[in-house]
């Protein structure tokens, strides 16, 4: 079984971004770490520097994997070194903890779309969403970080695994021209996850590091309702963009929109807006609309936290007809006026990450 020297003495004939100065003291490196087969190392970089590195990124990779007993390599991207194991506490009655967090390469803005409920069609959102910065000219793809109910292969209409390349890294799914990921192409479709939150939060670190996500403008991951372990690794392991929540007009659903704007905050995560889907029904038949749930809960919402209102999605069949079928709106009905308000709502956003809050560093968790 390799150890740790064993990659430092293998990193060591390698050279740094200028050619010249050895890897070992151009100061890239941030940590090491081996687990069984799989090496783990991480490289120190400026988030500017995230693509003109990859080939050092590349070749580190590659050197790890010569080693004999490494069958598998993970080199991340880190904007902030690793606390040392001797430094000193910082004062005071409140024990804090800075996370690195790791950037994809090939990936340009990472966005979460989150609920604090279930049944406010999040991912209906989330799908048709992606689908419209497609569009929008933006290199996309999806990641279904719903563990426990995953939902994308559904509105996808998508079957089938993911293949696994040389290298043992994933190859994501094409759903109309987008890339798609979820728990739900590795296992039985009522299969149950009965899973406790380590594992959890492995798959998805798994699924966002060993997954070939090539060059994308967005990466729209598709969160679980609630405001749990899988919200806090992904606003602790990755530098997010930004969240986008969704939620529906009644007071019930606000209360639990207001604590996932909440916990993004609390994690400095920058809401880039709220969405009020099922904002009102109109009747196929005759036009007629009803506020079934009330109306403008959440615009009234996001102008009373001070946060972007993105627009109003209907409660619509057409919308949950073609969202069963697996044939969501944008893709298949592109000119109907229910894609037109994804449109929309992509713009929106498409805006505020080219105009908006720039990226955060790592959070810091604050235990009382």
């Known amino acids: 079984m390799a150890n740790e ?17 050895p890897f070992l003291r151009s100061g890239l490196l941030g940590g090491i770490s081996i687990q069984g087969d799989k090496a783990y190392v991480s490289l ?12 050092v990124r590349a070749a580190v990779e590659a050197t790890l994997l010569s080693v004999k007993g490494i069958d598998k390599a993970l080199v991340t991207l880190t904007s902030e070194r ?16 800075a996370t690195a967090k790791a950037m994809i390469p090939g990936v340009k803005h990472i966005v979460a779309v989150a609920s ?24 996309v793809g999806i990641l279904d970080a719903d563990i426990y109910g995953p939902s994308l292969p559904k509105l996808f209409g998508i079957t089938g695994r993911p293949t ?29 996850m009965i899973w406790r939150g380590p594992m959890v939060m492995s798959a998805l670190q798994q699924m966002m590091r060993e997954v070939n996500w090539g060059t994308l403008d967005v990466l729209i991951v598709d969160m679980p309702p609630g405001t749990g372990d ?9 530098t997010l963009a930004g969240a986008v929540i969704v939620s529906t007009p009644q007071d019930l659903a606000l209360l639990d929109a207001r604590r996932g704007v909440s916990m993004f905050k609390r994690v400095e995560v920058p809401i880039l807006g709220i969405v009020e889907n099922m904002s009102y029904f109109l009747c196929p038949e005759c036009g007629t609309r009803s506020d079934i749930f009330g109306h403008g809960g959440a615009r009234h919402e996001a102008e009373r936290l001070g946060v972007p209102f993105l627009g109003e999605v209907p409660l619509h069949i057409d919308i949950r007809e073609r969202s069963d079928a697996g044939t969501p709106v944008v893709a298949t009905a592109p000119d109907s ?4 308000i994804f449109l929309g709502l992509a713009e929106a956003l498409k805006t505020r990450l080219e105009t908006g809050a720039p990226a955060r560093q790592g959070p810091k968790i604050i235990i009382e």
Not at 337 to 340: C, F, M
């Open 5 to 21: 020297q064993d990659l430092r003495n293998a990193l060591s004939l390698l050279k740094g971004p200028d050619g010249k100065t």
């Open 44 to 55: 120190v970089v400026d988030e500017a520097q995230a693509k003109t590195i990859e080939p």
């Open 82 to 97: 690793p606390a040392q194991p001797n430094a000193p506490a910082a004062p005071g009655p409140r024990a804090q903890a």
């Open 116 to 139: 604090g409920k279930g049944g406010v069609g999040k991912s209906t959102v989330s799908t048709n969403l992606a689908l419209a910065l497609s569009k929008l000219g933006m290199k």
């Open 164 to 192: 696994i390349d040389e290298n043992k890294i994933m190859q994501p799914l094409d759903g109309y021209g987008i890339k798609v990921m979820s728990i739900g192409f590795l296992i039985e479709e009522e299969t149950p």
């Open 230 to 238: 899988a919200q806090l690794t992904m606003a602790q392991s990755v």
């Open 337 to 340: 006026a229910h894609a037109k």
